[in-house]
C-alpha cells in the first residue's frame, strides 16, 4: 500500500501533484469542510505531513498523528512550526531552503521599483483613459529615484544577500542588521535597528519572524522618514501594522512594497487608496520555476523521512 500523506495546503505544479498521487495515499484536509472529523478518521495512517510555512502545523495535530515521520514545509518560515516539540518527538522537519531565493529578491526590487516610481498607478492613469483626459505633464506627481538610494536589510540571509547583490547593481549602498557580524559579506553592519533605519531611504525585511515579531513599529518607522519605504518579503507579523498604517497615513514615511501581511488575506483597507503603497497576495516566490523546485524538495524530504533516514536539512536534527 501506498504511504498516507496529509497535504494542508495546495500545490500548484500539475507535475508535482501528479508525482504526489503516484506515491502516496494523499489527504488534502484544505479540501475537507470538516476537517477535525477528517483528522479523526484517517489520521491514524499519517505518516507525513506537506504543509506551508504561513501554515505550518499545531502541537495538537501533531499529536494526533501517532504514526507521523516527517514534517516537509514547501516555504521557508517554520515560524508556524514549534521545531522544539517536533525535536521531542525526534520528527524531522524540513523545509525548502533556496528553491526561492532568486524569486523573493526579485520581488523585493519589483516592489522598490513599483514604490518609489508608482508604477502601479502609472498604469492605472492610463489604462483607465485618465492620460488622455488630461495630457499635461504635471498630471502625476513626480516620484522617486531608486538608483543609488540607501538600502537597509534586515536579516542578512539568503534571500537578504540575494536582495543586496541587485540592489548594489543599482549603486545603492548597502547595510544590514541581523543577529550578528557577518565578517565575509562586504556591506555595513549596523547592530541597531533603529539606527539602521535611520540611516537607509529604503528599509527592506528579510527576515524570519520566530523571534522578531513586531519589530517594525512607530518608532522604527518615524527613524526611516517621511522620505523612507518600507518593503516587506518576509513576514506580515515583523511590523505592527496599525502603526505602519498611521505613518502612511500621516506622512511619516514616503511609502510601502508589501508581499505579506499580519492576518492574511484580511489586508488593512486603509492602504487601498495610497498610490505609493504596492501590495501582493504574497506571491513572493509564486512563479513556476520556484514553485516546482519547492515541490521537488518536498517531494525528496518525504522519500527520505518515510525510508526512515533524516532528510537533507533537518532543522530538528
Known amino acids: 500500500m501506498k504511504p498516507h500523506v496529509l497535504q494542508l495546503n495546495p500545490i500548484l505544479v500539475p507535475a508535482i501533484n501528479d508525482k504526489l498521487n ?107 483613459g485618465n ?16 538608483s543609488g538610494k540607501r538600502v537597509g536589510i534586515v536579516g542578512m540571509g539568503k534571500v537578504g544577500r540575494a536582495i543586496a547583490q541587485r540592489a548594489a547593481a543599482f549603486d545603492c549602498p548597502i547595510a544590514y542588521t541581523d543577529l550578528r557580524h557577518i565578517a565575509e559579506l562586504p556591506y555595513n553592519f549596523v547592530p541597531d535597528l533603529l539606527q539602521l533605519a535611520r540611516d537607509s531611504d529604503i528599509l527592506v525585511l528579510a527576515a524570519a519572524a520566530d523571534k522578531a515579531q513586531g519589530i517594525i513599529n512607530a518608532a522604527v518607522l518615524d527613524a526611516l522618514g517621511k522620505d523612507g519605504y518600507l518593503i ?24 510601502a512594497g508589501l508581499d505579506v501581511f499580519v492576518d492574511e488575506p484580511n489586508v488593512p483597507e486603509a492602504l487601498f487608496p495610497m498610490d505609493r503603497v504596492v501590495l501582493q497576495a504574497h506571491r513572493a516566490s509564486a512563479t513556476v520555476e520556484s514553485r516546482t523546485a519547492m515541490g521537488e524538495m518536498v517531494l525528496a524530504s518525504l522519500a527520505a523521512g518515510l525510508a526512515g533516514q533524516r532528510p537533507e536539512g533537518s532543522l530538528t536534527t
Open 232 to 255: 516587506n518579503i518576509a513576514r506580515g507579523k515583523l511590523v505592527v501594522e496599525a502603526d505602519l498604517v498611521d505613518a502612511l497615513t500621516r506622512g511619516a514615511i514616503a511609502g
Open 22 to 128: 503516484e506515491l502516496y495515499t494523499v489527504h488534502r484536509l484544505f479540501e475537507q469542510q470538516d476537517k477535525t472529523a477528517y483528522l479523526a478518521e484517517h489520521g491514524a495512517n499519517i505518516r507525513g505531513v506537506i504543509t506551508g510555512g504561513h501554515t505550518g502545523i499545531t502541537n495538537a495535530m501533531i499529536e494526533s498523528l501517532p504514526a507521523l515521520q516527517v514534517i516537509a514545509v514547501n516555504g521557508v518560515g517554520t515560524d508556524a512550526v514549534d521545531l522544539e516539540f517536533a525535536r521531542s518527538r525526534n520528527l524531522p522537519v524540513t523545509a525548502t531552503f533556496g528553491a526561492l531565493t532568486e524569486d523573493v529578491a526579485d520581488l523585493a526590487i519589483g516592489l522598490i521599483l513599483a514604490s518609489c516610481r508608482e508604477i502601479c498607478s502609472g498604469n492605472d492613469f492610463v489604462k483607465t
Open 131 to 146: 492620460w488622455q483626459k488630461n495630457p499635461h505633464p504635471g498630471a502625476i506627481p513626480l516620484s522617486r529615484r531608486f
